[in-house]
Each structure stands twice: as structure tokens, then as C-alpha cells.
């Protein structure tokens, strides 16, 4: 429905890692993300998803950009009407958050492929956010494998870990 008819997206692909924006718009590359967030915190500094975030980053690295053009649709707007409440925006990143970033995504195509190679999950909570873990349907057995192979845990994760075993 947001789609011009002259928008293309194709799936690009480079070093093993697959990438396919929302659509390339006059030359330029957009996402379009939902959202049932408040408006109200658009424009606090971390108010982006890092998801999001990484998501442009790897996409810029890709296309050899340093810009992303950003359409959030806030479903629910600001928790009152008139909603719902459409922003966009253009990100700017530096070429040096583009090369961390990217660093960062080989190392963890590493890590995945070295996984499926040896068929041995990588090492609990070292490649994640924490948040993820928290919400993760996995957690208690990396929880328990992570006392069986001696890692180190966040203080979050330690905390949640002593909860499920006292
Ligand atoms: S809890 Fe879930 S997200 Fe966290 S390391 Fe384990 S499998 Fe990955």
C-alpha cells in the first residue's frame, strides 16, 4: 500500500550475508517499519530499535551508502488520537559505525557457520542482546549450560539465574 509502483527491492548478497531493503526509491534506499510504541519517544536519542538500527548499517555497508531514509508508522500514535501517526526520517551514519558494524555481523556469520559445521550451538548469551535472552523460550537451557561450561553471565542474567534455581 506504501509501495510507488517505481520502487524496486532486490536481494543483494555479499561476503554470505543477504540483504533486501524495503525498496531503493530514487536512488535512495528506504525501510518501512511498524511499530505499536508510543510516538511520543520518536525523538530521544535511542528511541530506534537497535535493530534497526544494525539493519541500516549492513544495508549502507552493502550498497555503499551512508544514508537510510526511515518510514515508522506508529500504529497506535501517541496513545491518543489522531492515530495512526506516520514519521519519516533520513539516518546518517559515519563510515566507521558502518565498518564496526559490519565487523560485527562477519563475526557472527563466523560464529553461526563454525555451529552448523561442528552441529554445537554457539556459546550461550556471548552473541545476543540481553534482551533477547530475556525473552528468549531457550533460556533455562542455556542457563544450564552455562553453569555446565563455567561462562560468564551478565549481572541481568546472573540475577534471573538465581532466581530459577532457588
Ligand atoms: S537464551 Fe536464547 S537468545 Fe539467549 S543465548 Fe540462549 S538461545 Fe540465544
Redesign the pocket.
Known amino acids: 500500500m506504501l509501495t510507488p509502483p517505481d520502487a524496486s527491492a532486490p536481494v543483494i548478497e555479499k561476503n554470505g550475508i543477504i540483504y533486501r531493503p524495503d525498496m531503493i526509491l530514487s536512488d535512495r534506499l528506504n525501510e518501512v517499519k511498524t511499530t505499536r510504541k508510543s510516538a511520543k519517544y520518536h525523538y530521544l536519542d535511542d528511541a530506534l530499535p537497535v535493530t534497526w538500527v544494525d539493519y541500516m548499517l549492513g544495508g549502507c555497508y552493502m550498497m555503499d551508502r551512508t544514508e537510510y531514509d526511515l518510514i515508522i508508522l506508529y500504529i497506535s500514535g501517541n496513545f491518543a488520537p489522531p492515530f495512526p501517526q506516520i514519521y519519516a526520517e533520513t539516518e546518517q551514519f559515519s563510515q566507521e559505525e558502518i565498518r564496526e558494524n559490519w565487523t560485527k555481523i562477519l563475526h557472527r556469520k563466523a560464529i553461526l557457520d563454525e555451529a552448523l559445521i561442528l552441529n554445537i550451538?554457539?556459546e550461550?548469551?556471548?552473541?545476543?542482546y540481553d534482551w533477547?535472552?530475556k525473552y528468549?523460550?531457550?533460556?533455562l537451557?542455556?542457563q544450564t549450560l552455562t553453569r555446565d561450561l563455567n561462562v560468564k553471565m551478565t549481572v541481568e542474567q546472573a540475577e534471573e539465574d538465581k532466581e530459577l534455581w532457588s
Do not use: I, S
Not at 136 to 139: A, F, T, V
Open positions: 550451538p554457539p550461550p548469551f556471548q552473541n545476543c533477547e535472552c528468549c523460550r531457550y533460556q537451557v542455556c
